[in-house]
């Protein structure tokens, strides 16, 4: 059995993300505006914002890849999808972490029953059911099509995030609109580095778990 572990195209990555990362950091804490009525607070905005980004790009992915396992059978979209979503859910934790703690001094408090923040604790919540039904759902097979479906499904939440703030009444609309053409000057381009570079981030950690799942899956047939 000859399984090679090297993967230049992810050192690589690595190396450029680390770089990225540093300067992203230093563009947050000493290039970005300070917004008067949010104060230091307003800073997490480049961190909150990216990061769901990070998180509901990956929930596609796994969309994507479940449709494509479906129509494939290939075990290699069903690893692909469910590295998606092991991503997707660490940065949805870390929106839901960080939302509060941007909310606390803005609202007074760290959580209200607000439509963006609802919708998105539902999404997390029925990735906590997708990974019960990886963990416990029986044969493997099987497993793979039901998560292909629910990865699917779970999907048709995301628009609703981003749009259920236009959903609901205006009372219910206290979550902060990222609209830029209504922000103060010097903030967009370090947002869109902020984006940038956790994209990048995202792509890392995407391409290191899936070869782990399939050096796992090489382990696992070759042993058969």
């Avoid at 596609?60 to 590295?83: C, E, N, S, T």
């Avoid at 606390?104 to 604790?121: A, F, M």
Wanted: net charge positive; aromatic share 16%; proline share 6%.
């Amino acid at each position: 059995m000859s399984i090679q572990f090297q993967d230049r195209t992810a050192n690589n990555l690595l190396v450029l993300t680390i770089i990225l990362m540093s300067a992203n950091l230093y563009t947050i804490f000493f290039v970005a505006p300070m917004v008067p009525e949010q104060t230091w607070a307003q800073k997490i905005f480049y961190i909150h914002v990216p990061i769901a980004w990070t998180g509901f790009l990956s929930y596609f992915i796994v969309m994507v890849a479940g449709i494509l396992f479906l129509l494939k059978k290939d075990p290699f979209w069903d690893r692909l999808g469910l590295a998606a979503a092991e991503i997707g859910t660490l940065f949805i934790v870390l929106v839901l972490i960080t939302g509060p703690i941007w909310a606390t001094p803005i609202w007074g408090r760290p959580w209200v029953w607000e439509p963006r923040l609802t919708t998105t604790l539902i999404l997390f919540l029925i990735y906590v059911g997708y990974f019960m039904l990886r963990k416990f759902g029986g044969h493997p097979e099987r497993v793979a099509r039901y998560a292909a479906v629910l990865g699917i499904m779970a999907f048709i939440d995301v628009p609703l995030i981003f749009y259920s703030v236009k959903f609901w009444a205006p009372q219910f609309q206290l979550h902060p609109q990222v609209e830029m053409g209504q922000q103060p000057d010097g903030i967009f381009y370090p947002f869109l580095f902020s984006m940038i570079t956790f994209t990048i981030l995202n792509i890392l950690m995407l391409r290191i778990r899936v070869r782990i799942l399939n050096f796992h899956h090489q382990i696992i047939t070759n042993n058969v």
